[in-house]
């Protein structure tokens, strides 16, 4: 396979709670070695089952605010009460070294992202199929108490009604098409011209005769 040098993409996917992002997040990612995902920090608590450092790096109040005064973030937000932001570390080199990054971010950090990082980014809105599906999703999880489901379902409309400030849209009515459309725009991504760095020198080759 001829491999022509590239650099990587930043990949946001943005929905409501509940939309079903996080599992089209680890289907991509475990099929997909080029791409990692970009580990946010928050001050939530860990829900069950979350790992430190690998769903999230847990940090207190005071921390956070250290990474934000010290500009470690790339960019940070406040979601239902808590804030979360996306550690700069390392995404430069990642994305310099043909390699790409997922944001599971809020529509306020792909705002900031898109002022910041225009070039980098595609990015993709996921829409759940109805909102009883939505509340239905965020009920079986059954690990936010009942007034976290609350508050996450009334904050739903307001995250869809972002949908028009991305790339692409995405509704998640079947769960593997919803997949293979994400992964079928992240090829398209990876495949744009300004990314694929390798081809001045590919067509040289051409041109010499190689
Ligand atoms: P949850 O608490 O359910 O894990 O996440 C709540 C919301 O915060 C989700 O919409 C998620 O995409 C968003 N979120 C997670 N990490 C970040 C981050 O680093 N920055 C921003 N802006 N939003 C985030």
Not at 36 to 65: C, Q, W
Request: charged share 30%.
């Amino acid at each position: 396979m001829t491999d022509i040098k590239r650099r990587g993409v930043m990949l946001v996917l943005s929905s409501p709670s509940g939309a079903g992002k996080t599992t089209i997040s680890r289907r991509l990612l475990g099929a997909d070695d080029a791409l990692k995902l970009s580990i946010s920090v928050t001050t939530r608590e860990p829900r069950r089952g979350e790992v430190d450092g690998v769903d999230y790096h847990f940090i207190d109040r005071a921390a956070f605010d250290r990474q934000v005064t010290n500009g470690e973030l790339l960019e940070h937000a406040e979601v239902f009460g808590h804030c979360y932001g996306t550690p700069a570390q390392g995404v430069e080199d990642r994305l310099a070294s043909g390699q790409d990054v997922l944001f599971d971010i809020d529509w306020q950090g792909t705002q900031q992202l898109q002022r910041s990082a225009r070039a980098d980014l595609a990015t993709i809105f996921i829409l759940p199929p109805s909102v009883g599906e939505l509340e239905r999703r965020l009920t079986i999880r059954a690990q936010d108490s009942d007034a976290v489901v609350r508050r996450r379902m009334e904050g739903a409309g307001r995250e869809l009604d972002h949908w028009h400030e991305y790339d692409y849209v995405v509704i998640n009515d079947d769960l593997d098409r919803a997949i293979n459309e994400v992964r079928s725009i992240l090829t398209g991504e990876r495949l744009r011209r300004p990314r694929r760095l390798g081809v001045p020198d590919y067509v040289k080759g051409l041109r010499a005769g190689g």
